[in-house]
């Protein structure tokens, strides 16, 4: 099993900038891919970023809305992902998950954290 919590969300003015956190705890060593994923009020829940394990300096992907804009990472030493948000518009407000795949293609879910752009 593996235990993922978010935090780092809250309102942020558009043209900001916010950095979500994901700590992961369990069985870390199983996890092969990363990523975060947003679901708006009335949307589905869409893909943000992935960033796989194991990979020197870690493959990552981005959804072309956020290109440019937003930097996925990952430090192995304390098990968490990052997200660096910056020129936020008030498109990105949703609620934020933390995903995680292990080599099993077993899928894990924190419970979000919120991120509102408004001024």
């Known amino acids: 099993q593996v235990q993922l919590v978010e935090s780092g969300g809250g309102l942020v003015q558009p043209g900001g900038s916010l950095r979500l956190s994901c700590a992961a705890s369990?069985?870390?060593?199983?996890?092969?891919?990363m990523g975060w994923y947003r679901q708006a009020p009335g949307k589905q829940r869409e893909l943000v970023a992935t960033i796989i394990s194991g990979v020197s300096g870690g493959r990552t992907n981005y959804a072309d809305s956020v290109k440019g804009r937003f930097t996925i990472s990952r430090d192995n030493a304390d098990n968490t992902m990052y997200l660096q948000m910056n020129s936020v518009t008030p498109e990105d407000t949703a609620v934020y998950y933390c995903h995680a795949l292990d080599w099993g293609s077993m899928g894990y879910w924190g419970r979000g954290t919120q991120v509102t752009v408004s001024s």
């Open positions: 369990g069985r870390i060593s199983t996890i092969y891919t």
